[in-house]
Structure formats: structure tokens, C-alpha cells
């Protein structure tokens, strides 16, 4: 597959996965949290995948290919939250430290993104890793509240966890649009 394929076939895996991650988050009387569960866990190894093949598809040493790399460690990162045999209070710190993985990834990208010359494609990557860097933080932001009020109200967590993965999602489904 060269170069230019993997980062299509990348971008489009990692939307999907996003995606995916936010149905997985977003309450669903319907689901059972078992089902939102294996979504989850779905759409971050999509998003893995997705990272690492658009980083392989890149220039050895360029902000975009680590930036991309650093977002595959944070669902990496996420994952073993969610499989590890880990005590709650565990799993939540990967999971938030995951999703802070992934902003700081996805700015990286984007200070290579600001670097190059100004396009219609460009400013959608830029966009798309703002809501990204945004999405991913306020995730972490919920679950951190969460984390430190375990007797507190789960609605304001859970709506900051709902609108990151929302916000995300729309990042990389923009991220994939320049591509094809």
C-alpha cells in the first residue's frame, strides 16, 4: 500500500472508530453498558489502527507522524484501561490519561498543520484538530470530575464525556473529508 493510501485508508478508520466511541458513550437506554462497553473498546482500536497507519504513511520525523503516533499510544493507552484486570480508580486514570494523549497528539498535528501554506484543505485539517484537541480534553475533563467525586452527580461528568466524544467525532470525520 503506498504512502498516500495508508493515510486515506487511515483517516477514514479513525473517523469510523470515533464515531463508534461516541455511540459508545452516549447514553442509550436501549444498549446495555456491556454492549456501549465493546463499542467502545471497538472504536478505539479503530482509532489506533487509524493513527497508526496515517503515521505511516508520513515523513519520518515531521510533527504530523509523531502527533499521529502520540494519538495511537493515547487509544493504546484507553484500551488497556478498558482490558487490564485493574482496580476503577485505575482504569479511569488510563483512560483519562489516554484522552490526554490524544489531544496532545492531535496538537502536535496541528502545529504542523499551521506550518504549511494556507488551503481549503489545510484549514479543515487545522479545524478538524482544534475539535479534536478540544474533544479529547473535555473527555479527560469528565472523566477527572468523575474520578474526584465518586458520590457526586455522574450527569455533569457524563455530559462533558458525551460532548468530548461528539466534538471528536466531527474532528475526525472532518480530518478524513480533505483526504479523499
Not at 480534553?137 to 467525586?149: C, I, T, V
Amino acid at each position: 500500500m503506498d504512502n498516500q493510501l495508508k493515510q486515506q485508508v487511515g483517516t477514514v478508520i479513525q473517523a469510523i472508530g470515533t464515531v463508534i466511541s461516541a455511540i459508545a458513550n452516549t447514553p442509550i437506554s436501549f444498549l446495555s453498558d456491556s454492549f456501549q462497553d465493546d463499542l467502545d473498546l471497538i472504536g478505539n482500536t479503530l482509532q489506533a489502527v487509524g493513527s497508526g497507519l496515517v503515521a505511516d504513511g508520513l515523513q519520518p520525523c515531521s510533527l504530523s507522524r509523531i502527533g499521529n503516533e502520540v494519538q495511537a499510544i493515547g487509544n493504546t493507552t484507553v484500551i488497556a484501561g478498558m482490558l487490564l484486570p485493574l482496580e476503577d480508580k485505575t482504569s479511569q486514570i488510563l483512560n483519562i490519561k489516554g484522552n490526554l494523549l490524544q489531544a496532545f497528539g492531535a496538537g502536535i498535528e496541528l502545529g504542523d498543520e499551521l506550518d504549511e501554506e494556507s488551503s481549503t484543505g489545510e484549514a479543515l485539517s487545522v479545524i478538524s484538530n482544534l475539535l479534536q484537541v478540544a474533544g479529547n480534553s473535555l473527555q479527560a475533563l469528565g472523566g477527572k470530575y468523575e474520578l474526584d467525586n465518586p458520590n457526586g452527580d455522574d450527569a455533569y461528568s457524563q455530559s462533558l464525556t458525551v460532548a468530548g466524544s461528539w466534538i471528536q467525532a466531527v474532528g475526525a470525520v472532518i480530518s478524513a473529508l480533505p483526504q479523499q
